[in-house]
């Protein structure tokens, strides 16, 4: 078993929907949970970051976790052709190891 | 955040040769880390790379294949040696960012091995 299940996708939406994206993680010693964007042919950048149960919005990101079900999710909101990437979810535990998502990619039809 | 600088960008190597990846940061950082990314697959750490100390593999890496070499607080080599067609892939470097997320990663080196 994976340590982080993420829905493959691919996700097609039309520009201005909310894109939807999760994970499942199996470890629940795992206490930070991440959100990374990876454009084509460059490295993952950090879009959100959270360690505790509940929602943290940013702009027109939301990152969601419910820590009993070990469920992390990412909503965009408004949804734009410049944010069509691939996005991968990623947790850790203390010891600053990233476990990844095999990430969602999204396309944002104009 | 910091930067990290990562050459080369791409690369096609003959196998059995070996390919060395650099990654260069504009600030000091404790940890640096490589992983391997293969197509439609996650992020797949390789290995930590501290300064001053041997770098720890994580299991199904092993250091003749992948030596590691960390010689101050801002730099970081990954040799891929020996090199075959499975090891076509894009290796990334990253740090730590100075805690247990936030962290920052290279642009990626895409292999080819043929």
């Known amino acids: 078993q994976k340590e982080v299940e993420q829905d493959p996708g691919p996700l097609s939406v039309p520009e201005g929907a909310i894109v939807s994206l999760n994970c499942t993680y199996s470890n629940s010693a795992f206490q930070y949970f991440m959100w990374y964007r990876q454009y084509s042919r460059k490295g993952p950048e950090l879009l959100m970051y959270?360690?505790?149960?509940g929602n943290k919005e940013d702009g027109r990101f939301t990152a969601q976790v419910d820590k009993s079900s070990k469920y992390i999710s990412l909503f965009i909101r408004d949804s734009q052709p410049s944010d069509s990437a691939t996005y991968l979810c990623?947790?850790?535990?203390?010891?600053?190891?990233?476990?990844f998502g095999a990430g969602t990619t999204v396309t944002v039809r104009a | 955040s910091a930067v990290i600088s990562q050459k080369p960008s791409r690369d096609i190597c003959q196998r059995g040769t070996s390919l060395t990846i650099q990654c260069q940061v504009d600030?000091?950082?404790?940890?640096m880390f490589w992983y391997r990314q293969q197509p439609g697959q996650s992020l797949t750490l390789i290995a930590t790379?501290?300064?001053?100390?041997?770098?720890?593999?994580e299991s199904g890496f092993v250091i003749d294949k992948f030596p590691i070499s960390r010689p101050n607080l801002t730099f970081s080599t990954l040799t891929v040696s020996n090199m075959s067609p499975e090891d076509s892939s894009i290796y990334l470097c990253?740090?730590?960012?100075?805690?247990?997320?936030?962290?920052?990663f290279g642009s990626g080196t895409r292999l080819t091995v043929v």
């Open positions: 990253s740090d730590n960012g100075g805690g247990p997320y936030g962290y920052t």
């Open positions: 959270t360690y505790s149960s």
């Open positions: 600030s000091q950082v404790t940890m």
């Open positions: 990623a947790v850790s535990t203390n010891d600053y190891k990233l476990s």
């Open positions: 790379a501290n300064q001053g100390s041997e770098a720890t593999y």
